[in-house]
């Protein structure tokens, strides 16, 4: 889900930017790993296509959230030239965790 603006707000304000927020990318298990067109995954699809979205939008920077312990996902995104900007804070039942904020510029 990619969403025009960002609920990041406090990282955003500070830099001044038009940032889009991705929520989520998701794919089946069974599609991992797996090639499509150019060799590139299902993943990676999804992912250029919400870069193409956001600039479509206007905006600079793509802004999103990652557990800190989702090493794959770390992996996944700084391979595609995000970089770590902060941490925050989230809630699972009563337990306190920490997310990675991610930032990419467009």
């Given at each position: 889900?990619?969403?025009?603006?960002?609920?990041?707000?406090?990282?955003?304000?500070?830099?001044d930017q038009r940032p889009a927020e991705l929520r989520r990318i998701y794919?089946?298990?069974?599609?991992?790993?797996?090639?499509?067109?150019?060799?590139?995954?299902?993943?990676?699809?999804?992912?250029?296509?919400?870069?193409?979205?956001?600039?479509?939008?206007?905006?600079?920077?793509?802004?999103?959230?990652?557990?800190?312990?989702?090493?794959?996902?770390?992996?996944?995104?700084?391979?595609?030239?995000?970089?770590?900007v902060g941490k925050k804070t989230f809630h699972l039942g009563s337990d306190?965790?920490?997310?990675?904020?991610?930032?990419?510029?467009?």
């Open positions: 889900v990619l969403i025009r603006g960002a609920t990041i707000d406090a990282i955003a304000a500070q830099r794919v089946d298990a069974s599609l991992h790993g797996q090639a499509r067109e150019n060799g590139r995954g299902v993943g990676q699809v999804l992912l250029e296509r919400c870069f193409h979205t956001a600039a479509d939008w206007h905006c600079d920077v793509i802004w999103l959230a990652v557990w800190e312990k989702n090493a794959r996902a770390l992996r996944f995104y700084e391979k595609h030239g995000f970089q770590r306190v965790q920490q997310d990675f904020v991610m930032a990419r510029n467009l």
